[in-house]
């Protein structure tokens, strides 16, 4: 059942023409937001930590807990702290003077934790913060998240469903193909191709997902008419993982609503595609991965082969 | 609804997640489902998505165009349709959805998300929804089943991350 694919050749392989590109929450790739807060220069040394401890007490700074109290002036200020007082609207009328205090004056400061580099860096300009950095985040941002020799492979498994989706296309069928791999054994569970004119339903990851089924004595559908779409029994471990528990899905387009959440009841591992779609959940319309109150979340990276998969989605139209 | 309980009932009998529904048309009952994820280890099976292809195999048998049947279809069934379902029903061209509970894990119309309304022009038609059926009895079972908790599941306290 295997499907036969030709090894691709080195020159076959444009590996400059494109860079993965990490889908990341909203929450990650947003600029950081301010909000304005009053803060003064400490004129008596001495009082410092007893000015921090009663302005905790007394204006305990809710929902902006990752902002540090004092932050040191650069060189040339008259005075060498300043602590952060209160949110602008909190009103008060004590007298900070009998902290040690100078006048009240206003600040910007970051309203949310930054959690990744990009955001620490702007955050730490206006106020300084504490900062728990999303590792997988930052270095995504930073282009540096996949070892060498990973684009390689990302080549020849996007290769694997590019092949898939012309399969279909001969078929009449959308050029949309897809494969599972499992990344530790390197091994291709299972490809197929787009089958929603037969099946409004059988997208090619939907397919994929029920041809891994069967790769684990489950399934659902016959594709025996589809030479495109076949799967192989995990050689790897003698446990079969729960779904696709660790498996990788590429796919020549972005999963619609449909296909995304079904990637998300099956517990995949990550998700590369090529192509951007109107309705894509990945990024375009949602981003399911990473919804928050679903209880599984996983990678996505786009721009993938986007050369090769947009070729696919032009000859689609014609 | 009474059916699409006994569906579900069955489905907890069999160790799988307690839904079931049914596709009517004209009075008759043309697809009925239930969640068969673990007979399957296809994540995707759930009941709405095996009343459908019952549905399909109904017109096929009576040579009539699947569109034209769904647009005159309802759906019942115990629980709010998950994000995946929700699509699915679009995908269809389904106008109206009657459901039990809602389903805060990963409801799709409404509750996480709400792909029965939102705008999505290539993901076949918006449907509406009738909430609120019966929904004390379908939260019962789901109760029921997750006490029980899934057998096939890994255990979340020794899976490693
Ligand atoms: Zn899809
Ligand atoms: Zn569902």
Redo the contacts between chains.
């Keep these: 059942m295997e499907p036969q694919r030709k090894r691709l050749k080195t020159s076959d392989l444009d590996l400059d023409s494109w860079d993965p590109v990490a889908v990341l929450s909203d929450q990650l790739c947003t600029d950081v937001e301010l909000v304005q807060a009053l803060a003064a220069p400490v004129l008596d040394h001495r009082q410092t930590s007893r000015a921090v401890q009663e302005l905790r007490q007394m204006h305990p700074l809710r929902g902006l807990a990752h902002l540090k109290r004092v932050r040191r002036t650069g060189a040339g200020s008259a005075h060498a702290l300043e602590v952060l007082v209160r949110p602008l609207h909190e009103p008060s009328d004590y007298d900070y003077s009998r902290l040690g205090l100078g006048d009240l004056f206003v600040v910007t400061v970051p309203s949310t934790a930054p959690l990744t580099r990009p955001q620490f860096d702007t955050a730490s300009a206006h106020w300084p913060t504490s900062f728990h950095e999303d590792k997988m985040a930052s270095a995504a941002l930073r282009g540096e998240l996949f070892p060498a020799g990973q684009k390689e492979k990302m080549h020849r498994y996007m290769s694997l469903a590019v092949e898939a989706a012309k399969d279909g296309q001969k078929l009449g069928l959308d050029a949309i193909g897809a494969v599972m791999v499992d990344p530790d054994s390197e091994q291709v569970i299972a490809t197929a191709h787009d089958c929603r004119r037969k099946h409004p339903l059988h997208h090619a990851a939907m397919v994929c997902i029920d041809l891994v089924a069967k790769s684990q004595g489950g399934g659902r559908y016959g594709y025996e008419e589809f030479s495109g779409c076949g799967f192989s029994a995990s050689h790897w471990s003698a446990v079969q993982p729960y779904l696709c528990t660790g498996y990788d899905l590429y796919v020549t387009r972005e999963p619609c609503v449909l296909c995304a959440m079904a990637l998300l009841h099956s517990r995949v591992r990550r998700v590369f595609y090529g192509t951007a779609a109107a309705d894509g959940a990945l990024g375009s319309t949602f981003k399911l991965h990473a919804q928050r109150d679903l209880n599984h979340r996983f990678e996505v990276f786009k721009d993938v082969c986007v050369g090769l998969c947009r070729e696919l989605d032009q000859s689609r139209s014609l | 609804m009474d059916k699409a309980f006994d569906m579900a009932k069955d489905a907890l009998e069999n160790g799988e997640v307690p839904v079931g529904c049914l596709l009517v048309y004209n009075d008759d009952i043309i697809g009925k489902g239930r969640n068969e994820?673990n007979?399957?280890?296809?994540?995707?099976?759930h009941a709405e998505?095996v009343a459908?292809d019952e549905l399909?195999d109904w017109c096929e048998v009576r040579n009539v165009e699947?569109k034209t049947v769904c647009e005159r279809t309802v759906l019942y069934v115990t629980v709010e349709p998950?994000?995946?379902c929700?699509?699915?029903l679009r995908?269809?061209n389904i106008p109206v959805v009657v459901y039990g509970c809602n389903n805060?894990?990963?409801g799709?119309c409404g509750s996480?998300?709400d792909?029965s309304s939102?705008d999505?022009?290539?993901?076949g038609t918006m449907f509406k929804c009738v909430a609120g059926h019966r929904a004390e009895e379908a939260v019962e079972m789901l109760k029921t089943f997750y006490k029980q908790e899934n057998p096939?599941?890994?255990n979340p306290k020794t899976r490693k991350q």
Excluded: S
């Excluded at chain 2, 007979?39 to 099976?45: E, H, V």
């Excluded at chain 2, 999505?120 to 993901?123: H, V």
């Design positions: 994820v007979q399957t280890k296809n994540a995707t099976r998505l459908l399909r699947v998950c994000i995946m929700a699509a699915a995908l269809f805060d894990r990963f799709g996480v998300l792909i939102a999505l022009p290539q993901t096939n599941a890994p």
